[in-house]
């Protein structure tokens, strides 16, 4: 079923099954199946969408902030009544653990209750009255238009919540296009957009980019585009616009986020650290570590502890107790990741945890790869998979030349003890990447800090609040003080 002006209807078209990473003994195995869309399809929600929102007309836009969170208030709700069917979809589609899949649910359900409150702190800031110069002003926060919204495998639920909720809440209006690993988990969902949303404020498309988003993106009536993941696909879409200056972006891309250790860090709290940084839910997030630098005086000793670490991570299916390591959902992933570390061992790296690298159906062990060098792929490359690559420097100024020189640049850990060492590299690596984390890993939240990145990896900032003005403009009423207006 698929949802389109309020409506839910059957598909009578081509289907795209849907496998599962942990399916059957560890291989994949169908676990259901969406509908295969083309351009006619994507058009009409694209229309439904245009017509709720009709360029001020429809009510959606206009019904008034109270309207709208009272909707969502009751979407909320109505969500936790899902939790457990939404949290093993998460589960069986891309293969996170069980309690992942639950936080990530938990997550989702917080944002939208602190992304009303954030409405009501807004409104009361927006619609405020100002004087100048004999005019008085009435400044207000519109919505923007037709948004397209797109998430990514990896957090299927929570990250394109945080662009579509903000959106909605703002008045804007969506066409929704579930991630293709991740799909299922949000049918759950659509009776309860039906019933919580006036029709044609939400409405889903499925299928490959080319026959959904090329049309719609094509169509020139895409306002705002928020999509979440890599750099490449996000480029591909924009140009499709025919008036790319028209289109406000929401994007959430690739990051290669780097941690420099120190030679005074502390060595336990920094392995820690990097190995959660690294390889929470196999490395498949993009603000995971996926590059580490070490001093020459102390890489032996942490290579050491890091080995150590990364081998007492359980491996498993996301079912089992305290399970850490679960197998990929991508296809072809271990195959892609071992070609990364053939490489890196071709350029003079090993593998230095017993076992690192060895695959069993689709899940793959995680592998410290040492020393990494710029001669290899997965120094640049962003692995997003349970490689940890350690690279060597004698001068701080090496670690710092490849951030500069990186096409990336959301976030990055410093480890160390001195305050002046520290503020200092503070104050430079600030201007070069959107979070500085001391003697902590990268990580998105809490989500009520600013989310961006620079270069290749975002546009636009997704905190809770922030994410409501990146779907709405700021507008004006203005009065002069005439004969007319003074009725
Ligand atoms: O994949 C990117 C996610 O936004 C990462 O979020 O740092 O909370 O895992 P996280």
Request: hydrophobic share 40%; net charge neutral.
């Amino acid at each position: 079923e698929y949802l389109v002006a309020g409506k839910l209807r059957n598909w009578n078209g081509p289907f795209q099954e849907v496998l599962s990473p942990i399916g059957v003994q560890g291989q994949p195995t169908v676990i259901g199946r969406y509908p295969l869309q083309g351009e006619e399809e994507a058009l009409a929600a694209l229309d439904a969408a245009a017509r709720a929102y009709d360029h001020g007309r429809g009510s959606w836009p206009t019904c008034g902030v109270e309207e709208r969170i009272r909707c969502m208030a009751g979407f909320a709700a109505g969500m936790k009544e899902r939790r457990e069917e939404i949290v093993r979809l998460i589960m069986w589609e891309i293969g996170k653990s069980l309690e992942d899949a639950g936080k990530e649910f938990d997550r989702t359900v917080d944002y939208i209750v602190a992304t009303i409150d954030a409405l009501k702190n807004l409104d009361r800031l927006s619609s405020r009255f100002v004087i100048e110069e004999g005019v008085v002003g009435q400044i207000r926060r519109a919505p923007l238009g037709v948004v397209l919204c797109m998430g990514p495998f990896n957090y299927p639920l929570n990250e394109t919540f945080t662009t579509l909720i903000p959106a909605l809440i703002m008045g804007n209006t969506v066409v929704f296009k579930p991630p293709k690993l991740g799909v299922l988990l949000h049918r759950p969902l659509l009776e309860l957009f039906q019933s919580c949303f006036p029709a044609g404020v939400v409405n889903t498309v499925y299928g490959s980019g080319r026959q959904v988003v090329g049309p719609l993106m094509a169509s020139g009536r895409v306002d705002v585009l928020a999509f979440i993941g890599s750099s490449k696909a996000a480029d591909a879409i924009k140009k499709q616009h025919p008036k790319p200056h028209r289109l406000r972006c929401a994007l959430g891309l690739e990051a290669k986020n780097p941690a420099i250790v120190l030679p005074d860090a502390d060595l336990e709290a920094t392995v820690r650290e990097c190995v959660q940084g690294a390889l929470s839910f196999n490395g498949q997030r993009c603000t995971a570590l996926k590059m580490l630098f070490v001093h020459r005086s102390i890489a032996d000793l942490f290579v050491g502890r890091l080995c150590t670490a990364v081998n007492s991570l359980k491996p498993g299916m996301p079912w089992d107790e305290g399970v850490q390591i679960t197998p990929l959902p991508e296809p072809d992933k271990c195959g892609w990741l071992t070609e990364l570390i053939e490489d890196a061992k071709a350029h003079g790296a090993r593998v230095m945890n017993a076992g690192g690298g060895e695959v069993a159906g689709t899940l793959l062990r995680p592998a410290v790869l040492y020393p990494v060098n710029d001669a290899m792929q997965l120094y640049r490359v962003e692995q997003f998979g349970p490689l940890v690559p350690v690279a060597v420097f004698d001068d701080l100024e090496e670690p710092l030349d490849y951030v500069v020189a990186s096409d990336y640049g959301q976030q990055l850990s410093i480890f160390g003890r001195d305050p002046r060492q520290l503020a200092g590299l503070i104050d430079r690596l600030t201007n070069q990447v959107c979070r500085v984390n001391l003697n902590s890993q990268c990580q998105r939240g809490p989500d009520s800090f600013p989310f961006t990145g620079r270069k290749d990896s975002a546009e636009g900032t997704l905190s809770v609040s922030d994410a409501l003005r990146v779907f709405s403009i700021r507008t004006l009423v203005a009065a002069k003080g005439t004969e007319a207006n003074r009725e």
